[in-house]
């Protein structure tokens, strides 16, 4: 005969695996026994790291491990930074001594308005740019050199872009165009022997049609090394500068601006040879990236453990919950088992693991991607620090700025939402009306910044002053424009947003006095009473006493 305090109902085809496990066990001691066990189970998940160690005797790797990143991550950042630094200024003042080199009486200061206004200066400029390019080995104090393709080293283009047909006489009023482009080019190549002489119009036969002409742009390509690493034990780069002056003349205003555009493109070095030990130095750096690259990767894996752990257990709460309560549990209780901070950390780690990767590429001069590698390890050292909030979380001190971010949220979304509705209304207006008759607005780029300069206190006066006064009609929509914007913005939306965050934080703090409002999983958790060094939690290794078990293996007490 059975016995009847283990007998159990079958199970049905419909049933989900683990509210079949629980079908199998009807007796009421083994209920409690169960309903124990998963309370016992549920307060040690949320424990903290101390608690944690108190109860099993678990040591705090996690907390351990983030802290020694902290360092590790910053260190790793601030030496990359440093050498980010290098290449950012040997960009910057090639890119000035090019400005110096090839654009006649540049000043410093002067990109907005360096602009020729006859016919004698285009050409000037033109040719003295030719000039220079001519003469760059002898003139140059930089180790500038032309680029070589095979043997041969590329040539400098001089293109003229002008309308296919155009007849134009403002003094009549009348004007016959064709709109196409035309684009009529010109090779110099750096060979070309000067004879003692400046290059001019008779020895390249070069004439501009200027009521035609839309532009004129001489484009060549320069090299260099970055020599200056060295002396920071780092191995050079070397650089391709591939250089545009651009003529405008698209307004047809009278006034051809000019300006000088810079690509730059970093490359590996084809052979090299550096003496002393600034090898040594870079595999001290690739060693320690190494390290950084491990102690993330551990990182990784025990914060992914912590995740599936806590959907395993979200999964065995909710299945406990729709048999024994007949309740399903609520989506926010479900969520309190996903670590929103776990899975910050994993991001973080990944993309820690793929910045360094790339930093030992770019050391070894492999990879140039600067850039890429500076926006990984800025975002992954970023969200390490914000990780650290988490285990500052434990102490309530620290925790009311933690509690009061993650409630005020939803309802700062959705008043920004509503903001935004009103901002972006302001940012067209203010674009299509104010654009021509103020430098502040000409683009929605520049109205959005401008505006939000208003909304902190920043350039008020200026903005006002710098409107143009030629339609009176304009000027007073610009008063009503911007003292409305002001006043709607700085007095009411900033002042209910900075209320509503206000708010939260005195709901907040009175709950911290009070208690906060419990939950279906709080109220089910605090009715296990066992103190973390009570001893109760080292009888419960994870491995020994699990909710789920499968029908195959419950099937034998029938």
């Given at each position: 005969?059975?016995?009847?305090?283990?007998?159990?109902?079958?199970?049905?085809?419909?049933?989900?695996?683990?509210?079949?496990?629980?079908?199998?066990?009807?007796?009421?001691?083994?209920?409690?026994?169960?309903?124990?066990?998963?309370?016992?189970?549920?307060?040690?998940?949320?424990?903290?790291?101390?608690?944690?160690?108190?109860?099993?005797?678990?040591?705090?790797?996690?907390?351990?491990?983030?802290?020694?990143?902290?360092?590790?991550?910053?260190?790793?950042?601030?030496?990359?930074?440093?050498?980010?630094?290098?290449?950012?200024?040997?960009?910057?003042?090639?890119?000035?001594?090019?400005?110096?080199?090839?654009?006649?009486?540049?000043?410093?200061?002067?990109?907005?308005?360096?602009?020729?206004?006859?016919?004698?200066?285009?050409?000037?400029?033109?040719?003295?740019?030719?000039?220079?390019?001519?003469?760059?080995?002898?003139?140059?104090?930089?180790?500038?050199?032309?680029?070589?393709?095979?043997?041969?080293?590329?040539?400098?283009?001089?293109?003229?872009?002008?309308?296919?047909?155009?007849?134009?006489?403002?003094?009549?009023?009348?004007?016959?165009?064709?709109?196409?482009?035309?684009?009529?080019?010109?090779?110099?190549?750096?060979?070309?022997?000067?004879?003692?002489?400046?290059?001019?119009?008779?020895?390249?036969?070069?004439?501009?049609?200027?009521?035609?002409?839309?532009?004129?742009?001489?484009?060549?390509?320069?090299?260099?090394?970055?020599?200056?690493?060295?002396?920071?034990?780092?191995?050079?780069?070397?650089?391709?500068?591939?250089?545009?002056?651009?003529?405008?003349?698209?307004?047809?205003?009278?006034?051809?601006?000019?300006?000088?555009?810079?690509?730059?493109?970093?490359?590996?070095?084809?052979?090299?040879?550096?003496?002393?030990?600034?090898?040594?130095?870079?595999?001290?750096?690739?060693?320690?990236?190494?390290?950084?690259?491990?102690?993330?990767?551990?990182?990784?894996?025990?914060?992914?453990?912590?995740?599936?752990?806590?959907?395993?257990?979200?999964?065995?709460?909710?299945?406990?919950?729709?048999?024994?309560?007949?309740?399903?549990?609520?989506?926010?209780?479900?969520?309190?088992?996903?670590?929103?901070?776990?899975?910050?950390?994993?991001?973080?780690?990944?993309?820690?693991?793929?910045?360094?990767?790339?930093?030992?590429?770019?050391?070894?001069?492999?990879?140039?991607?600067?850039?890429?590698?500076?926006?990984?390890?800025?975002?992954?050292?970023?969200?390490?620090?914000?990780?650290?909030?988490?285990?500052?979380?434990?102490?309530?001190?620290?925790?009311?700025?933690?509690?009061?971010?993650?409630?005020?949220?939803?309802?700062?979304?959705?008043?920004c939402c509503c903001a935004a509705m009103i901002y972006l209304g302001y940012c067209f207006c203010g674009w299509i009306v104010l654009g021509p008759y103020h430098v502040k607005f000409r683009t929605l780029n520049m109205v959005s910044e401008c505006l939000f300069s208003l909304i902190n206190g920043d350039d008020?006066?200026?903005?006002?002053?710098?409107?143009?006064?030629?339609?009176?009609?304009?000027?007073?929509?610009?008063?009503?424009?911007?003292?409305?914007?002001?006043?709607?913005?700085?007095?009411?939306?900033?002042?209910?947003?900075?209320?509503?965050?206000?708010?939260?934080?005195?709901?907040?703090?009175?709950?911290?006095?009070?208690?906060?409002?419990?939950?279906?999983?709080?109220?089910?958790?605090?009715?296990?009473?066992?103190?973390?060094?009570?001893?109760?939690?080292?009888?419960?290794?994870?491995?020994?006493?699990?909710?789920?078990?499968?029908?195959?293996?419950?099937?034998?007490?029938?």
């Amino acid at each position: 005969m059975e016995n009847p305090e283990v007998a159990v109902s079958s199970c049905s085809a419909h049933d989900d695996e683990n509210v079949c496990s629980y079908k199998r066990h009807s007796s009421v001691s083994q209920e409690a026994l169960l309903e124990d066990q998963l309370r016992r189970k549920l307060k040690f998940f949320f424990m903290n790291p101390c608690e944690k160690f108190w109860a099993r005797g678990r040591k705090p790797w996690k907390l351990g491990i983030q802290l020694l990143k902290i360092v590790m991550v910053t260190v790793q950042l601030v030496v990359f930074g440093l050498s980010n630094q290098m290449v950012v200024a040997f960009k910057e003042e090639n890119t000035v001594a090019f400005k110096h080199l090839f654009l006649k009486g540049y000043m410093d200061r002067m990109d907005d308005t360096y602009a020729v206004y006859t016919q004698t200066d285009v050409y000037d400029q033109i040719f003295f740019a030719i000039n220079q390019y001519l003469q760059l080995p002898n003139i140059s104090v930089g180790n500038h050199a032309y680029e070589k393709r095979g043997a041969e080293e590329t040539p400098l283009a001089v293109c003229q872009q002008f309308y296919k047909r155009g007849i134009i006489c403002p003094g009549n009023d009348t004007f016959d165009i064709d709109p196409e482009i035309v684009t009529d080019c010109l090779y110099i190549e750096p060979t070309t022997s000067l004879h003692n002489a400046t290059m001019g119009k008779h020895n390249l036969n070069f004439t501009l049609d200027f009521p035609r002409l839309v532009a004129v742009q001489l484009m060549f390509n320069l090299k260099a090394i970055n020599l200056q690493t060295v002396r920071h034990h780092e191995l050079p780069d070397c650089y391709d500068f591939t250089l545009r002056i651009v003529f405008d003349n698209k307004a047809h205003s009278g006034r051809i601006k000019i300006s000088l555009d810079n690509d730059i493109a970093i490359r590996e070095c084809k052979d090299w040879h550096v003496s002393g030990s600034i090898q040594k130095n870079t595999h001290y750096m690739m060693i320690f990236d190494a390290f950084v690259i491990l102690t993330c990767l551990t990182s990784l894996i025990l914060c992914t453990r912590s995740v599936i752990k806590g959907i395993w257990l979200q999964r065995e709460f909710v299945s406990f919950f729709l048999y024994y309560y007949k309740k399903e549990v609520s989506f926010s209780d479900q969520m309190e088992f996903v670590n929103g901070w776990y899975i910050l950390i994993i991001v973080s780690d990944v993309l820690t693991i793929v910045g360094s990767t790339l930093k030992m590429e770019i050391q070894a001069k492999s990879l140039t991607s600067y850039d890429v590698c500076s926006i990984l390890l800025g975002i992954s050292t970023m969200l390490v620090w914000l990780g650290v909030i988490r285990y500052l979380g434990f102490f309530q001190k620290y925790n009311l700025l933690i509690l009061t971010l993650r409630a005020a949220l939803p309802n700062v979304m959705r008043f920004c939402c509503c903001a935004a509705m009103i901002y972006l209304g302001y940012c067209f207006c203010g674009w299509i009306v104010l654009g021509p008759y103020h430098v502040k607005f000409r683009t929605l780029n520049m109205v959005s910044e401008c505006l939000f300069s208003l909304i902190n206190g920043d350039d008020m006066f200026a903005t006002f002053a710098q409107m143009q006064q030629k339609s009176y009609l304009v000027w007073l929509f610009s008063r009503i424009y911007l003292y409305s914007f002001i006043s709607l913005f700085i007095y009411m939306v900033l002042s209910l947003f900075i209320a509503l965050i206000t708010d939260t934080y005195e709901t907040v703090k009175h709950y911290q006095q009070d208690g906060f409002p419990e939950t279906e999983l709080q109220k089910f958790i605090s009715q296990c009473k066992d103190s973390p060094n009570s001893g109760k939690y080292r009888l419960e290794e994870e491995s020994s006493a699990s909710l789920f078990c499968c029908c195959n293996g419950c099937s034998g007490h029938i």
